[in-house]
C-alpha cells in the first residue's frame, strides 16, 4: 500500500514540476513581448484576462495585468507630469481552471531605468 502511495505522490510531484517549468517559459515569453512593446505601448498592448494556452496537451488560463504607479518621490499628479512613472506588470498562470492560480511572476519597468525582475 505504501509503494502504491509513493508512485501516485512521485508522479504528481513530476506533474506538477512540468506544470511550473511549462508556466515560467510562458510568463517569460510574455515579459519579452512587454520588452518588444517598449515602455509607452504597455497599457493599451499587453493587459488580458484568462486568456487560454495549451502546452503539452495541459490546459491553462494566462492574465497579464499592468498598473500604472505614480512614485511620490517626484510628486504627486497632477502636477507631476510623468504618470504613470513606472508600470508593474503581473502575469499569472492557472492551471486547469480559471482562479486557480499556481505560478506568477511580477515586474517592474520606468521609462528612464528600464526593467526590474
Do not use: C, H
Not at 511550473?20 to 497599457?43: H, K, T, Y
Not at 508593474?88 to 492557472?94: C, G, H, L, R
Amino acid at each position: 500500500m505504501g509503494t502504491a502511495q509513493y508512485m501516485v505522490y512521485s508522479r504528481w510531484d513530476i506533474d506538477r514540476g512540468i506544470r511550473r517549468q511549462l508556466a515560467w517559459i510562458n510568463m517569460a515569453s510574455r515579459m519579452e513581448q512587454a520588452v518588444d512593446w517598449g515602455f509607452d505601448a504597455l497599457s493599451d498592448s499587453l493587459p488580458e484576462t484568462n486568456q487560454l494556452i495549451s502546452a503539452n496537451n495541459l490546459t491553462a488560463y494566462r492574465t497579464t495585468e499592468v498598473f500604472g504607479i505614480d512614485d511620490t518621490t517626484d510628486g504627486l499628479a497632477p502636477t507631476d507630469t510623468d504618470v504613470p512613472d513606472y508600470y508593474m506588470i503581473s502575469i499569472k498562470i492557472s492551471w486547469f481552471t480559471v482562479g486557480n492560480v499556481s505560478d506568477s511572476l511580477t515586474a517592474y519597468i520606468s521609462a528612464e531605468m528600464a526593467w526590474d525582475y
